[in-house]
């Protein structure tokens, strides 16, 4: 036998799931949402992620490729199969404030090539004084444009969100775009009040 063909690694199934799990690309993922309120800033934290129900993971937070042929499940079937304590990737962003009546929003943007193979994008977005269709569809505007340049659809960044938005679908390249906002307006006595938008991600 050949010493070198001998000396080969053989690659066994267990071997080749864990390459795989190395190279995890997630399969689904789910969209969420929180406020959460409380004297202290982490807590008020934390009171918005039990909000979006995923305070029980730790949680990665990572940049804004939106896999190919990711599937999107509703929260509730999403957040169902999470474990305590699972590492658990998100691109997700956060905002907070203790003056009171103060309006914040945080948003998660997503935007959806028509060609399956191709990724998308997601976006995050945070403010001040903007309400949540505002601060939603800045979110969806970014993702959208970055997956327009991507695609090589021109487009004139000074022309309103809408119309942008028409000329994105008329090209037949992007398919779908929308949001994950959540606002909320600074606690009246001064407690933290934090907002937080999510894409989660699943094996």
Request: charged content about 25%; hydrophobic content about 40%; proline content about 4%.
């Amino acid at each position: 036998m050949d010493t070198a063909l001998a000396m080969a690694p053989v690659i066994t199934a267990d071997a080749k799931q864990e390459a795989d799990h190395v190279s995890f690309v997630p399969q689904k993922v789910f969209f969420t949402k929180g406020v959460g309120r409380h004297k202290e800033k982490l807590q008020s934290f934390e009171m918005a992620l039990r909000d979006a129900g995923i305070e029980k993971c730790n949680l990665v937070t990572v940049s804004s490729i939106y896999p190919p042929g990711c599937k999107i499940l509703p929260r509730e079937k999403g957040a169902a199969e999470l474990k305590p304590g699972q590492i658990t990737f998100c691109v997700m962003y956060t905002n907070a404030t203790n003056e009171p009546n103060r309006l914040i929003a945080t948003s998660v943007g997503l935007a959806l090539p028509a060609e399956t193979a191709q990724y998308g994008y997601l976006s995050e977005h945070k403010s001040f004084g903007e309400t949540d269709e505002k601060a939603g569809e800045y979110a969806e505007d970014l993702a959208a444009s970055m997956l327009a340049t991507t695609l090589g659809i021109e487009f004139d960044t000074n022309t309103a969100w809408d119309e942008r938005e028409k000329l994105y679908k008329a090209s037949g390249k992007i398919i779908r775009t929308s949001n994950m906002t959540q606002s909320a307006i600074g606690d009246k006595n001064g407690l933290w009040t934090t907002v937080v938008a999510a894409a989660v991600f699943l094996p």
